[in-house]
């Protein structure tokens, strides 16, 4: 049984740091792409970053140059570092294994950003 837990969520400071983890168990790690997806109240989940099996990286324009996705295959965690958060960086995140249509999921972990 696929299991993702996510941590690291919580409040920060526009211009704060926080990285989020999510340590999957129940598959083989190393052969599936993870990603980092999030939701904001009344709009539709979107892709964040997403790191494929080999280590190659993807981000959403919005995020580039602020978020870094990676991933530690001896803990089955992927990281999320996210810098420079902005209030509209808040939303529910959620970790992602193997792509959105592989149903997949975490619990998701709240990020509000706010002075």
């Known amino acids: 049984q696929v299991q993702l837990v996510e941590s690291g969520g919580g409040l920060v400071q526009p211009g704060g740091s926080l990285r989020l983890s999510c340590v999957a168990s129940?598959?083989?790690?190393?052969?599936?792409?993870m990603g980092w997806y999030r939701q904001a109240p009344g709009k539709q989940r979107e892709l964040v970053a997403v790191?494929?099996?080999?280590?190659?990286?993807n981000y959403a324009d919005s995020v580039k140059g602020r978020f870094t996705i990676s991933r530690e295959y001896a803990k089955n965690t992927v990281y999320l570092q996210m810098n420079s958060l902005k209030p509209e960086d808040t939303a529910v995140y959620y970790c992602?294994?193997?792509?959105?249509?592989?149903?997949?999921w975490g619990q998701g972990t709240q990020v509000t950003v706010s002075s």
């Open positions: 992602n294994r193997g792509g959105p249509l592989s149903g997949y």
């Open positions: 129940g598959s083989i790690f190393s052969i599936f792409d």
């Open positions: 790191i494929t099996s080999g280590g190659m990286t």
